[in-house]
C-alpha cells in the first residue's frame, strides 16, 4: 500500500494547469466524473487525493467498495468496474477558477470518453460541474432524463471537503442510490 507524500506550497504552486490520469476500462459500470484535479492530487498524480475529500470514504460506505481505499489505491477501482475521469482536465487551486468555455469543451471530452469506453453510467459530482458542462441550468442531484448514447447520467455532490453542505453520511446516502440503480440494472 503505497502512502502519498504531503506537497510543499512551492510544489502546490507549481501544479497549476497540470493534469492527473484518468483511470479508464472498457465496459466500466459507473465513470465517476470530478470538476476538475485540485492541486494536491496534481502533484501526486491521483484522484481525489486531498485530505478532507470525503470521496473515499463515500465509496466504501455506500457499498461501492469492500473497504475504504486510499487514495493511491485508485487503480483498484477497474476490478471493481469503476472509473475516474474530470470534466475540465487542468488542476486548479478552486473550480471557481474554470471559466464556461472550459466546461463546454469538458463536454466535449466526455462525450468522447463515454462512446469509446461505455459506461453504464456517468456520475458527474458537482452539480454545478454538471449544469455548466451540460447546459441543464435547472439539474438535480440523482438520475437525469438525457444520455450519452447508452450511458446513464447521475449527479452526485461534490465530495471536497470544502463542500459544507453535505457531510459524509448524505453523501454515502446520495452514493448509495446510485450504487443500487447500478445493481438493479
Not at 466524473?33 to 502533484?43: D, F, H, Q, R, T
Not at 470525503?54 to 461501492?64: C, I, K, T, V, Y
Not at 469538458?106 to 463515454?114: A, D, F, N, T
Not at 449544469?131 to 450511458?151: I, M, N, S, Y
Request: charged share 25%.
Amino acid at each position: 500500500m503505497k502512502t502519498l507524500h504531503r506537497p510543499t506550497k512551492d510544489e502546490l504552486f507549481a501544479a497549476t494547469d497540470r493534469t492527473v490520469p484518468d483511470l479508464l476500462a472498457p465496459g466500466m459500470r459507473v465513470l465517476f466524473c470530478g470538476i476538475n484535479p485540485s492541486l494536491y492530487s496534481a502533484v501526486v498524480g491521483v484522484h481525489f487525493a486531498r485530505p478532507g475529500n470525503r470521496f473515499w470514504p463515500a465509496m466504501h460506505l455506500s457499498g461501492f467498495t469492500p473497504r475504504r481505499l486510499l487514495p493511491s489505491e485508485q487503480g483498484e477501482l477497474k476490478a471493481l468496474g469503476l472509473g475516474i475521469t474530470n470534466v475540465v482536465d487542468r488542476a486548479t487551486v478552486s473550480a471557481d477558477l474554470l471559466d464556461a468555455s472550459e466546461y463546454v469543451t469538458g463536454r466535449k471530452s466526455l462525450e468522447h470518453k463515454v462512446k469509446r469506453y461505455r459506461p453504464a453510467f456517468l456520475a458527474v459530482l458537482g452539480l454545478g460541474a454538471y449544469r455548466g458542462a451540460f447546459a441543464r441550468p435547472k439539474a438535480r442531484f440523482g438520475r437525469q432524463e438525457e444520455t450519452l448514447g447508452d450511458t446513464r447520467l447521475w449527479v452526485l455532490p461534490n465530495p471536497s471537503g470544502l463542500n459544507a453542505s453535505y457531510q459524509l453520511p448524505d453523501l454515502a446516502r446520495l452514493f448509495g442510490e446510485l450504487r443500487r440503480a447500478v445493481d438493479g440494472g
